[in-house]
């Protein structure tokens, strides 16, 4: 059973246990338009709340992707690195961008659910 | 009555049409304009002391006397810079033809493609040398390579690896930059052992003193703690030689000097740089790629360009903007030329020659360096360094003095059999039959250049149509106006051009001795007290080779500045949110943190919010780069105040000269309280672009800085930021000319004409787009915003298919999107007369017309002239046509004069194809074979 959060900064985790899988928005992904490089960090990189970990780049460009949440990076989306426009094709499936291990599950509690993020962004 | 016969061939709008356009304006005189414009508080008291102007033939004389001070004599000095022949017809087709060095930077790719060609063939003539198969389309130079590079293995370690090892003898001036670089970014530069701690290893081949020693042992203890390795090469040594990337290099870096470009006292020479397809993200620079058009053929592009400074910012690859285009694109033409076998013939020559040499010393009993050389060889003899350097110099040569015992002769192209005779004597030795080499040529040539194109050129008349060719696709200066805003498109005047060629300009070695480089010293000095003058600074330094080494090194001076005064914790550099992209490129590389101040509404800098985070970070408030008039094309009132509160919490104010345009001879930089500006010679002071390049980008400073200028270790100090102690020396006859003819009176009519041009076109315009941000008297400086986003709305129409659509019109497309987005700001200089400008408003009035008629439904949203801009011939003649609107509408609107039309040789390029499939160089022929 899982629970997908949503961040101000268009990312969304679903977490299960205490692993989250990230990625951006579909929302996100259409403010960028059509995406050509995704630069993911290094699995076992510790990373806090609100560090910039990945950069999209669209032609025109760069952006940074913050983490939602603390903790360790578990594993990356290998296959954007041939790929980027998954993220533009399935922003919130196929084209998820890290797996992290959650070192401050508390951080989740700040978060929106879909309804609000949904609001937020109407 | 004017005395100034040259003013009136520089100015475009004649003393009618200047009376027409402010006619228009509502204005009786210039005098009353400027007043309008200029704010009676910034506007400097008398003038400057600058001579007045004389004509073309007088000031060619003047400047002709004192170069003529220089001594020419046959370099053998080497040490990164060697004689080469400018091939006659690349020299009169490409150097000194405006088709070539008019052009502006290849953004818009639709009217760029010949010279994004060439750029191409750059990048495949380093790739395969090289053997590493991400080349970009050149650096400023090779020492500034160098640290580019080890910024690279900096970053791929992420910060994390802190030490730069140089394993062998690197030039003194590359190591002199490089330490400069590391200083500020956060790496050391050491020559100790390799270890985990290491980013990368530098190697250069051949070493300074010429050895070509085995890099296996340093490779491999490179490899073995994951160090990047780079190899910086002299180019023409790897025609004979294994390419780098096969045994190993990560990264190579150098100089394509001697591929047919003058020594030109030490510049402009493209340097190059390959990198690894794992290091792509991280290479700096201009990056030419080859995608498709609009109707799937294909066609070149500026590639990446997210990793710039432009889109970047503070987090971008580099701060370099401006690299040195032409030149890279001589040294293409050259290769082409000569193509694999000439290459080989010229560097075997050359190599035969040293060793020839080396036998002769040897077999009479010199000392000469053990083992394999190139074409440099490097004799010892003790006590006598100095009588072997005066015997060379009395007899013509300039050869290398290492130390009191060792001297250093390079031999390169333009060595002759006779000069080897000589040089024998002067070391008392005879030439002996002996083996000609002693290096085995290990490079497969089967393979070498294989490439088409490198075997297209042996007669010159194929090479002359092949540069006509390419330049005939583009759209240079010598075509028509380039509206681009913060680009100052002006006139690159004959005269001012002609010096440049000159033998005494020309063939002139940066490192001969200060004797030989009296009309130099002669011809800078007049260059500084005129700048410093204009500027209002106590001294001006010449050795920044572009804008963005201008900025890094006026930080540099504040920084030098900070720590002097027991101050150099000082690290905040306060940049408004509406400034050039180099200014947050050049701070991180100055080692400052970026604080962005807010702009408001007006587009000028919020004083609240700077007076705010002056305050906040007051303990470490190191600089405030600020732009003058603003990015927004407008003269800030508050510019002074702006300037005393940043000195008010202990910062220095760096003024960015981007727009010096519409300053010099009405106010100076100085005057208003900056205490550092940089020039853009290219383009206030007339040097062409190049295509990309050179530019040149000196730095004046208030007295307090002086001491912290950049210095050059061939001149006994250091902190250089440039290989050459003048940067690109040979180009700064062009702004001697343009300030020489002008005079002090003349350039401020310039300035006066540039803000007149820029507010009859914004006059002209406001009743069809809106105009962004204007003074308080609701005029622009020397440039204006146009609003096209109102189009997006109405009409579907962006700022892109206005750009592209003007291409059909015949012109050069303004600023696009900078510095806001979706507008266009248009510069029209004072060199454009009015019928052009003209010209070019009716355009946009007509483009707004045909979004009208998308607004009206007449034609669809995706299907009208402005989509589909720009039309080639190609579409126009196909038999199919499927538009609503005839092809005569798309290709001759408005009137575009048929017999004189320009034609653009690709349509609209696809950018998203071109990033997602990276073609950065063409693949050698067998990659071709069938099955």
Same mark, same amino acid.
């Given at each position: 059973m899982s629970t997908t959060y949503y961040t101000e900064e268009h990312e969304w985790l679903r977490v299960e246990g205490d692993v989250a899988t990230v990625g951006i928005t579909n929302h996100a992904q259409e403010q960028l338009g059509d995406l050509v490089f995704v630069d993911l960090p290094a699995p076992g990189n510790s990373v806090e709340q609100g560090d910039d970990v990945v950069v999209v780049e669209s032609v025109k460009a760069a952006s940074d992707v913050y983490a939602p949440a603390s903790g360790e990076i578990l594993e990356v989306n290998e296959s954007l690195g041939g790929d980027a426009s998954l993220v533009n094709s399935g922003a919130e499936g196929d084209g998820w961008l890290y797996k992290m291990k959650l070192s401050k599950p508390a951080e989740l509690d700040q978060l929106m659910d879909k309804a609000a993020y949904d609001a937020s962004i109407a | 009555m004017t005395q100034n016969p040259f003013l009136e061939r520089h100015i475009g709008p004649g003393d009618t049409d200047q009376r027409a356009m402010l006619n228009k304006l509502g204005m009786t005189s210039l005098e009353a304009l400027i007043s309008q414009t200029v704010p009676a508080s910034i506007r400097m008291e008398g003038e400057v002391s600058i001579p007045d102007g004389i004509g073309e033939e007088a000031a060619l004389a003047e400047l002709f006397a004192k170069m003529d001070k220089n001594v020419a004599a046959k370099a053998m000095i080497g040490q990164g810079y060697h004689g080469t022949h400018v091939p006659p017809v690349i020299q009169r087709n490409m150097f000194e033809n405006p088709g070539w060095y008019t052009a502006y930077t290849p953004y818009q790719p639709e009217i760029s493609q010949g010279r994004l060609e060439m750029l191409f063939h750059f990048q495949t003539l380093v790739a395969e040398l090289t053997g590493l198969p991400i080349a970009n389309a050149s650096l400023l130079d090779e020492a500034t390579a160098i640290a580019e590079a080890a910024g690279i293995a900096y970053r791929h370690h992420r910060q994390k690896r802190q030490r730069i090892v140089v394993a062998n003898k690197v030039h003194p001036q590359s190591l002199d930059v490089l330490k400069t670089r590391a200083s500020t970014i956060g790496f050391t530069v050491d020559d100790g052992d390799i270890d985990d701690t290491v980013a990368a290893v530098i190697l250069q081949l051949p070493d300074t003193e010429g050895a070509l020693s085995n890099p296996d042992a340093i490779v491999e203890a490179a490899k073995s703690v994951n160090a990047l390795v780079i190899v910086s090469a002299d180019p023409m040594s790897l025609v004979l030689l294994e390419a780098p990337g096969s045994w190993g290099a990560d990264i190579c870096v150098g100089s394509m000097q001697r591929f047919g470009v003058p020594l030109g006292n030490g510049g402009p020479h493209a340097a190059y740089m390959a990198a690894s397809d794992a290091l792509t993200r991280l290479v700096p620079g201009r990056l030419i790629g080859e995608s498709i058009d609009a109707h799937g053929r294909p066609a070149y592009r500026l590639a990446l360009q997210t990793r710039e400074q432009h889109i970047r910012r503070e987090k971008a690859t580099s701060n370099i903007c401006t690299a040195q285009a032409l030149l890279a694109n001589m040294a293409a033409a050259y290769a082409i030329w000569h193509g694999p076998a000439g290459l080989k013939a010229i560097a075997e020559r050359i190599h035969g020659l040293a060793a020839r040499f080396c036998n002769a010393l040897t077999a009479s009993g010199f000392s000469v360096a053990s083992g394999k050389f190139f074409d440099t060889i490097t004799v010892t003899s003790a006590g006598n360094a100095e009588a072997i350097f005066n015997a060379a110099e009395a007899s013509g040569y300039l050869i290398r003095v290492i130390n009191a015992d060792t001297v250093s002769v390079a031999f390169d192209e333009t060595s002759t059999e006779a000069d080897l005779e000589v040089l024998c004597d002067i070391f008392g030795v005879k030439i002996v039959d002996a083996p000609k080499s002693n290096l085995t040529a290990s490079r497969n040539f089967d393979s070498f250049l294989s490439q088409e194109i490198f075997h297209s050129c042996r007669s010159e008349t194929e090479m002359m149509r092949l540069l006509r060719k390419l330049m005939d696709k583009d759209l240079a200066l010598d075509r028509a106006m380039i509206p681009l805003g913060s680009c100052t498109m002006k006139l690159n005047a004959a005269a001012e051009m002609m010096p440049v060629s000159w033998n005494k300009t020309a063939n002139i070695h940066p490192f001969a001795p200060a004797h030989h480089l009296k009309g130099y010293q002669v011809m800078t000095d007049d260059l500084d007290r005129w700048l410093s003058d204009l500027t209002g600074f106590a001294k001006v330094s010449l050795?920044?080779?572009a804008g963005s080494q201008g900025e890094y090194a006026g930080l540099l001076a504040i920084r030098g500045y900070h720590e002097a005064n !027991?101050? !150099?914790?000082?690290n905040i550099c306060l940049i408004p949110?509406? /400034?050039? @992209?180099t200014n947050p490129a050049s701070a991180q590389m100055a080692g400052y943190d970026v604080v962005v101040v807010k702009c408001n509404a007006e587009g000028d800098v919020d004083l609240a919010d700077l007076t705010a985070k002056a305050t906040k970070h007051s303990e470490n408030l190191a600089a405030l780069m600020i732009t003058y008039p603003s990015t #927004? @094309?407008?003269? &800030?009132? &508050?510019i002074r105040e702006i300037c005393a509160k940043v000195h008010e919490h202990g910062g220095q104010v760096y003024l960015? !000269?981007?727009?010096?345009n519409a300053l010099v001879g009405l106010a100076r930089p100085g005057d208003l309280g900056a205490d550092v500006c940089h020039m853009n010679l290219h383009k206030t002071f007339c040097i062409p672009h190049g295509g990309g390049g050179p530019g040149v980008g000196p730095i004046g400073v208030a007295p307090q800085l002086v001491p912290h200028l950049p210095g050059h270790v061939v001149q006994g100090s250091n902190g250089a930021v440039? /290989?050459?102690? #003048?940067?690109?020396?040979?180009?700064l006859p062009i702004s001697w000319m343009y300030v020489r003819m002008l005079g002090g009176n003349g350039l401020k009519v310039a300035s006066e004409i540039a803000i007149l041009n820029a507010n009859y076109i914004a006059e002209r315009l406001k009743d069809h787009y809106p105009i962004l941000f204007t003074g308080k008297n609701g005029r622009v400086a020397h440039e204006c915003i146009v609003d096209v986003r109102p189009l997006k709305d109405s009409a579907g129409v962006s700022v892109d298919d206005v750009a592209k659509r003007l291409i059909d019109y015949g012109f050069h497309a303004p600023t696009m999107s900078w510095p806001v987005a979706g507008t266009l700001m248009v510069e029209p200089t004072e060199s454009e007369p009015l019928a052009e400008i003209d010209r070019f408003i009716e355009a946009m009035i007509a483009i707004r017309e045909e979004a009208r008629e998308v607004e009206k439904g007449t034609w669809p949203k995706d299907n009208n002239p402005l989509h589909n801009a720009p039309h080639t011939a190609a579409e126009l003649t196909a038999d199919v046509w499927s538009h609503p609107y005839s092809r005569s509408m798309a290709a001759y609107p408005n009137g575009v004069d048929i017999a004189s039309k320009y034609w653009m040789p690709v349509s609209r390029v696809d950018n998203l194809h071109g990033d997602r499939n990276l073609v950065c160089s063409c693949p050698p022929l067998e990659n071709y074979a069938v099955g």
């Amino acid at each position: 059973m899982s629970t997908t959060y949503y961040t101000e900064e268009h990312e969304w985790l679903r977490v299960e246990g205490d692993v989250a899988t990230v990625g951006i928005t579909n929302h996100a992904q259409e403010q960028l338009g059509d995406l050509v490089f995704v630069d993911l960090p290094a699995p076992g990189n510790s990373v806090e709340q609100g560090d910039d970990v990945v950069v999209v780049e669209s032609v025109k460009a760069a952006s940074d992707v913050y983490a939602p949440a603390s903790g360790e990076i578990l594993e990356v989306n290998e296959s954007l690195g041939g790929d980027a426009s998954l993220v533009n094709s399935g922003a919130e499936g196929d084209g998820w961008l890290y797996k992290m291990k959650l070192s401050k599950p508390a951080e989740l509690d700040q978060l929106m659910d879909k309804a609000a993020y949904d609001a937020s962004i109407a | 009555m004017t005395q100034n016969p040259f003013l009136e061939r520089h100015i475009g709008p004649g003393d009618t049409d200047q009376r027409a356009m402010l006619n228009k304006l509502g204005m009786t005189s210039l005098e009353a304009l400027i007043s309008q414009t200029v704010p009676a508080s910034i506007r400097m008291e008398g003038e400057v002391s600058i001579p007045d102007g004389i004509g073309e033939e007088a000031a060619l004389a003047e400047l002709f006397a004192k170069m003529d001070k220089n001594v020419a004599a046959k370099a053998m000095i080497g040490q990164g810079y060697h004689g080469t022949h400018v091939p006659p017809v690349i020299q009169r087709n490409m150097f000194e033809n405006p088709g070539w060095y008019t052009a502006y930077t290849p953004y818009q790719p639709e009217i760029s493609q010949g010279r994004l060609e060439m750029l191409f063939h750059f990048q495949t003539l380093v790739a395969e040398l090289t053997g590493l198969p991400i080349a970009n389309a050149s650096l400023l130079d090779e020492a500034t390579a160098i640290a580019e590079a080890a910024g690279i293995a900096y970053r791929h370690h992420r910060q994390k690896r802190q030490r730069i090892v140089v394993a062998n003898k690197v030039h003194p001036q590359s190591l002199d930059v490089l330490k400069t670089r590391a200083s500020t970014i956060g790496f050391t530069v050491d020559d100790g052992d390799i270890d985990d701690t290491v980013a990368a290893v530098i190697l250069q081949l051949p070493d300074t003193e010429g050895a070509l020693s085995n890099p296996d042992a340093i490779v491999e203890a490179a490899k073995s703690v994951n160090a990047l390795v780079i190899v910086s090469a002299d180019p023409m040594s790897l025609v004979l030689l294994e390419a780098p990337g096969s045994w190993g290099a990560d990264i190579c870096v150098g100089s394509m000097q001697r591929f047919g470009v003058p020594l030109g006292n030490g510049g402009p020479h493209a340097a190059y740089m390959a990198a690894s397809d794992a290091l792509t993200r991280l290479v700096p620079g201009r990056l030419i790629g080859e995608s498709i058009d609009a109707h799937g053929r294909p066609a070149y592009r500026l590639a990446l360009q997210t990793r710039e400074q432009h889109i970047r910012r503070e987090k971008a690859t580099s701060n370099i903007c401006t690299a040195q285009a032409l030149l890279a694109n001589m040294a293409a033409a050259y290769a082409i030329w000569h193509g694999p076998a000439g290459l080989k013939a010229i560097a075997e020559r050359i190599h035969g020659l040293a060793a020839r040499f080396c036998n002769a010393l040897t077999a009479s009993g010199f000392s000469v360096a053990s083992g394999k050389f190139f074409d440099t060889i490097t004799v010892t003899s003790a006590g006598n360094a100095e009588a072997i350097f005066n015997a060379a110099e009395a007899s013509g040569y300039l050869i290398r003095v290492i130390n009191a015992d060792t001297v250093s002769v390079a031999f390169d192209e333009t060595s002759t059999e006779a000069d080897l005779e000589v040089l024998c004597d002067i070391f008392g030795v005879k030439i002996v039959d002996a083996p000609k080499s002693n290096l085995t040529a290990s490079r497969n040539f089967d393979s070498f250049l294989s490439q088409e194109i490198f075997h297209s050129c042996r007669s010159e008349t194929e090479m002359m149509r092949l540069l006509r060719k390419l330049m005939d696709k583009d759209l240079a200066l010598d075509r028509a106006m380039i509206p681009l805003g913060s680009c100052t498109m002006k006139l690159n005047a004959a005269a001012e051009m002609m010096p440049v060629s000159w033998n005494k300009t020309a063939n002139i070695h940066p490192f001969a001795p200060a004797h030989h480089l009296k009309g130099y010293q002669v011809m800078t000095d007049d260059l500084d007290r005129w700048l410093s003058d204009l500027t209002g600074f106590a001294k001006v330094s010449l050795q920044p080779n572009a804008g963005s080494q201008g900025e890094y090194a006026g930080l540099l001076a504040i920084r030098g500045y900070h720590e002097a005064n !027991g101050q !150099g914790h000082r690290n905040i550099c306060l940049i408004p949110s509406s /400034a050039h @992209g180099t200014n947050p490129a050049s701070a991180q590389m100055a080692g400052y943190d970026v604080v962005v101040v807010k702009c408001n509404a007006e587009g000028d800098v919020d004083l609240a919010d700077l007076t705010a985070k002056a305050t906040k970070h007051s303990e470490n408030l190191a600089a405030l780069m600020i732009t003058y008039p603003s990015t #927004h @094309g407008v003269f &800030e009132a &508050e510019i002074r105040e702006i300037c005393a509160k940043v000195h008010e919490h202990g910062g220095q104010v760096y003024l960015d !000269g981007a727009n010096l345009n519409a300053l010099v001879g009405l106010a100076r930089p100085g005057d208003l309280g900056a205490d550092v500006c940089h020039m853009n010679l290219h383009k206030t002071f007339c040097i062409p672009h190049g295509g990309g390049g050179p530019g040149v980008g000196p730095i004046g400073v208030a007295p307090q800085l002086v001491p912290h200028l950049p210095g050059h270790v061939v001149q006994g100090s250091n902190g250089a930021v440039s /290989a050459a102690p #003048h940067g690109s020396a040979s180009i700064l006859p062009i702004s001697w000319m343009y300030v020489r003819m002008l005079g002090g009176n003349g350039l401020k009519v310039a300035s006066e004409i540039a803000i007149l041009n820029a507010n009859y076109i914004a006059e002209r315009l406001k009743d069809h787009y809106p105009i962004l941000f204007t003074g308080k008297n609701g005029r622009v400086a020397h440039e204006c915003i146009v609003d096209v986003r109102p189009l997006k709305d109405s009409a579907g129409v962006s700022v892109d298919d206005v750009a592209k659509r003007l291409i059909d019109y015949g012109f050069h497309a303004p600023t696009m999107s900078w510095p806001v987005a979706g507008t266009l700001m248009v510069e029209p200089t004072e060199s454009e007369p009015l019928a052009e400008i003209d010209r070019f408003i009716e355009a946009m009035i007509a483009i707004r017309e045909e979004a009208r008629e998308v607004e009206k439904g007449t034609w669809p949203k995706d299907n009208n002239p402005l989509h589909n801009a720009p039309h080639t011939a190609a579409e126009l003649t196909a038999d199919v046509w499927s538009h609503p609107y005839s092809r005569s509408m798309a290709a001759y609107p408005n009137g575009v004069d048929i017999a004189s039309k320009y034609w653009m040789p690709v349509s609209r390029v696809d950018n998203l194809h071109g990033d997602r499939n990276l073609v950065c160089s063409c693949p050698p022929l067998e990659n071709y074979a069938v099955g």
